[in-house]
């Protein structure tokens, strides 16, 4: 038998142009989410990682996976199918991703407690600032998709009673929502404008985070 000559083998080729190759990319992304999640779930019952280290860790695993499914909806409108498809066991990741939506230690506390509102609070704004910054760095920079995520933000930071009406994160917030008012739903914003945005939402989260008693840090 002739051994085969190389350059008789053809590669093959799993995407056939550049928008294929980010569609499997994205999917390379949310399947590793959704894996990573499952890990972090299983860490936290076995008592592996402790409830400070869980907490912002699930939180920004959850507005990655809300950030990459929302612009993977087309091809992707049925997570759990697409978990099928790939053969993928994770329960727990479906729950915290799907159902839940908020980490087990926000999800668990007593819900009749006010600090127990505070937390869910303070955990949809680290969600929401998160969406929003990651949403931009994918270039999603259509009008009509960075104003919805400002309105969530705006509406999470002022349930957080610690924060005052001068919060630097609301008034940044606030002028932007205000620009975006302005334009129309298709416009987009232009590099400079989206860098300056990305900015703004980056110094007030850490603002937000400084803003916070110690024991939610």
């Known amino acids: 038998?002739?051994?085969v000559s190389m350059s008789k083998i053809s590669e093959v080729k799993l995407w056939s142009d550049k928008r294929e190759r980010e569609m499997y990319d994205n999917y390379a992304d949310?399947?590793?989410?959704?894996?990573?999640?499952?890990?972090?779930e299983k860490a936290y019952v076995r008592d592996i990682i402790s409830p400070a280290e869980y907490e912002p860790a699930c939180m920004k695993l959850i507005a990655q996976f809300k950030t990459l499914w929302n612009s993977l909806r087309d091809t992707v409108p049925d997570v759990e199918r697409f978990m099928n498809t790939y053969k993928m066991d994770c329960p727990a990741a479906l729950n915290r991703l799907l159902v839940s939506g908020v980490p087990a230690t926000v999800e668990h506390k007593s819900a009749s407690s006010?600090?127990?509102?505070?937390?869910?609070?303070?955990?949809?704004?680290?969600q929401h600032y998160i969406t929003a910054m990651d949403s931009l760095?994918?270039?999603?920079?259509?009008?009509?998709?960075v104003h919805p995520l400002l309105l969530d933000l705006l509406s999470s930071l002022n349930k957080v009673p610690m924060l005052s009406a001068n919060f630097e994160g609301k008034i940044k917030t606030?002028?932007?929502?205000?620009?975006?008012?302005?334009?129309?739903a298709s416009d987009e914003l232009n590099e400079q404008q989206a860098r300056q945005l990305?900015?703004?939402?980056?110094?007030?989260y850490n603002a937000f985070i400084n803003a916070l008693p110690s024991a939610s840090k």
């Open 1 to 3: 038998m002739e051994p």
């Open 30 to 40: 949310l399947f590793a989410i959704i894996k990573t999640t499952e890990k972090l």
């Open 114 to 126: 006010s600090d127990s509102v505070s937390a869910v609070a303070v955990a949809e704004c680290v």
């Open 137 to 145: 760095k994918l270039n999603m920079v259509a009008v009509d998709q």
């Open 174 to 184: 606030r002028d932007w929502i205000s620009k975006l008012s302005r334009m129309g």
């Open 198 to 204: 990305l900015f703004d939402l980056d110094s007030s």
